[in-house]
Nanobody, 127 residues
Framework: QVSLVESGGGSVQAGDSLRLSCAVSGRPLSRYVMGWFRQAPEKEREFVASISRDGDDIYYGDSAKGRFTISRDNAKNLVYLQMNVLNPGDTAIYYC????????????????????WGQGTQVTVSS
């Protein structure tokens, strides 16, 4: 069984930065494609970013392009989401997710592809 625990959320002002972390335990991080998703009140969960098992392939959702950076440290079993130039539209609960991919799958972007989820961390951005 894999456990994912997010941290690093908080309340910030527009224009500020935050770095979210996701600690993975139970199995080696290198086994999984990792992703970040977010869900704002009364909205559906939204893809933010994902990263391949070796870190060479990365995808971003439209809301994250140019402002967010996903990274991973397999040796430390940690995944990060660096978020810059935050705005109130980024207010949401941010979830870390792990996909144990089928053979041939390099990176995943769809919610249904991810097998394990953290409990989420709240990010609130005020103007």
């Amino acid at each position: 069984q894999v456990s994912l625990v997010e941290s690093g959320g908080g309340s910030v002002q527009a224009g500020d930065s935050l770095r979210l972390s996701c600690a993975v335990s139970g199995r080696p991080l290198s086994r999984y494609v990792m992703g970040w998703f977010r869900q704002a009140p009364e909205k559906e969960r939204e893809f933010v970013a994902s990263i391949s098992r070796d870190g060479d392939d990365i995808y971003y959702g439209d809301s994250a392009k140019g402002r967010f950076t996903i990274s991973r440290d397999n040796a430390k079993n940690l995944v990060y989401l660096q978020m810059n130039v935050l705005n109130p539209g980024d207010t949401a609960i941010y979830y870390c997710a792990a996909d144990d991919p089928r053979p041939g799958i390099i990176v995943s972007t769809m919610i249904e592809e991810f097998d394990y989820w953290g409990q989420g961390t709240q990010v609130t951005v005020s103007s």
